[in-house]
């Protein structure tokens, strides 16, 4: 297999590129080199880009067989890529400057879907036009029109490429249908849906094998109308309690169906940027599974929060329970040593992040100190409430994880729960039966006083499991909107 040689400015330049992605996610591992590291991404992916269209300058190319031309090829022109290019930035930046940040989890997801479809295409050109990809082993002489055989360490290139590209296609558009309320956060069981999943995945593999073999095209349709049911088969079990995990781990599969697309290209860049990506999604999603106590197979297996989907979520509400106001909650901070704030997907959905850090800026100059505790699976994606946090300005040094603050609870004055509650259920630790029984939680009930804000007592949280801390004796209930009830207490507060 014989390709053209690498320019070896071409390969500097990607090189340069490769190391501006890995000084990315660098900086994109805290909040406060965030912004340092999606520049360097931004440096990076330019470099990649422009050093591509240099190098693979649009040119009519013919092809011939013997003395005679016999099939020519027009390649799209550079005027039409820039203006592909052109169309597709517009987007992206009006998505950019309009999508809420309550929005972004399915926001992510639906980036990842189109990473995976891209795979997909860029796989079905490959095997309908090889010889245009450079992929092309030999001409077979066929009545109408030429055959290409295509070399074999390309068809599995080309095989994997497009079963994990439709794997996440598919399965990205059902976590993005979940997300956006589309969909219902309970699982969907299949009966006998093991079963189904790996007689499918075993089916995908063996004609991935098969296709090294043999090219006919019933073969490679098949991998790919399979790989689309197995993402949407993968995905739809999954409940809500997991889905930070999913959005990760489809972070990760759009990375390898980008790397393996790049073999196919010849794209040095492309290889690089999948590797890392998928590697560190791959990293990312065993973090979150450790952090939730979740075994990685088990979730992608689906099924967890299956109890929780089938109990009566409201059963508990008759519980008692104590309810404050906003005078309450302002009176009790203001006179704590130290108040612990946790915000949770409520916080995002009211985009009450502003006004809780206006809140923290009061009790500090009453003089309580005041930390933010952030679970690692907080929201709907990992990172979510870091992120909501910088938009106001939280200053980094108040943001802890959940290992590094959750000792600190019990000699805590308050802490203020807002919006989050699968996070600091407790019946992840007493509660055998329970959906999220071992996933580590915030030990908001060790707490001298808790507050918590949530709309109201008949709601559950996302994985549909009542939580106890509701109806504990040091627990007031503050039911209203998170950012109408913080601006209370900041009004309360002057």
């Not at 950019?96 to 997909?120: C, N």
């Not at 299949?190 to 073969?219: C, E, K, M």
């Not at 906003?326 to 009450?352: K, N, R, T």
């Not at 800026?361 to 907080?378: F, M, S």
């Amino acid at each position: 297999m014989e390709h053209a040689s690498v320019n070896p400015w071409a390969a500097l330049a990607y090189l340069v590129a490769g190391v501006c992605f890995i000084l990315a996610l660098r900086g994109l591992s805290s909040p406060a080199t965030s912004q340092r590291g999606n520049r360097m991404g931004i440096i990076g992916m330019t470099i990649a880009v422009v050093t591509t269209l240099v190098t693979h300058a649009p040119m009519l190319q013919v092809a011939a067989i013997g003395n005679g031309a016999w099939f020519e090829l027009d390649t799209v022109t550079l005027i039409e890529i820039l203006a592909a290019i052109g169309i597709g930035a517009a987007i992206g930046l009006f998505t950019a400057r309009k999508i809420a940040m309550t929005d972004m989890p399915q926001l992510v997801a639906a980036f990842h879907s189109l990473v995976g479809m891209a795979a997909v295409l860029v796989a079905a050109a490959a095997f309908l036009n090889p010889q245009a990809f450079g992929i092309a082993d030999r001409v077979i002489p066929m009545i109408g029109q030429p055959f290409f055989a295509i070399y074999p360490q390309s068809r599995i290139e080309m095989g994997l490429g497009i079963a994990i590209g439709a794997i996440t296609f598919s399965g990205s558009v059902i976590a993005f249908l979940k997300l956006n309320g589309n969909m219902g956060g309970a699982p969907i069981l299949l009966p006998g849906r093991h079963v189904i999943n790996l007689t499918v995945l075993a089916a995908i593999l063996g004609l991935v094998a098969y296709f090294t073999q043999d090219q006919s095209p019933w073969i490679f349709w098949t991998i790919t109308a399979l790989s689309f049911a197995i993402g949407f088969l993968l995905i739809v079990p999954i409940g809500g309690a997991d889905m930070p995990v999913v959005v990760s781990m489809l972070n990760s599969y759009s990375g390898w169906a980008a790397a393996a697309m790049g073999f196919t290209l010849h794209n040095t860049a492309m290889i690089i940027t999948g590797a890392l990506v998928g590697s560190s999604g791959a990293i990312l999603s065993y973090i979150m599974c450790k952090a939730m106590n979740r075994s990685f197979i088990s979730v992608i297996a689906g099924g967890f929060g299956a109890a929780a989907a089938t109990s009566d979520g409201g059963a508990k509400v008759d519980r008692p329970w104590k309810r404050g106001s906003a005078e309450d909650a302002a009176f009790l901070m203001s006179q704590a040593e130290q108040v612990i704030i946790v915000p949770g997907y409520g916080m995002a959905v009211a985009q009450a992040q502003h006004a809780l850090r206006e809140m923290g800026d009061k009790l500090k100059a009453h003089g309580v100190r005041v930390k933010y505790a952030i679970h690692p699976v907080a929201g709907r994606m990992p990172g979510h409430m870091n992120v909501l946090l910088a938009e106001a300005n939280v200053p980094y040094d108040e943001v802890f994880e959940l290992e590094d603050i959750n000792g600190e609870f019990a000699q805590t004055d308050v802490a203020f729960v807002i919006g989050a509650n699968d996070v600091t259920n407790p019946a992840a630790k007493t509660d055998k039966t329970s959906p999220i029984y071992g996933m580590p939680v915030l030990d908001v009930e060790k707490a001298k006083t808790v507050l918590f804000v949530k709309r109201s007592m008949g709601g559950v949280g996302y994985a549909g499991v009542d939580n106890d801390v509701f109806y504990m004796d040091n627990t007031m209930m503050l039911l209203a909107d998170a950012k109408k009830m913080v601006e209370e207490i900041v009004k309360s507060l002057d």
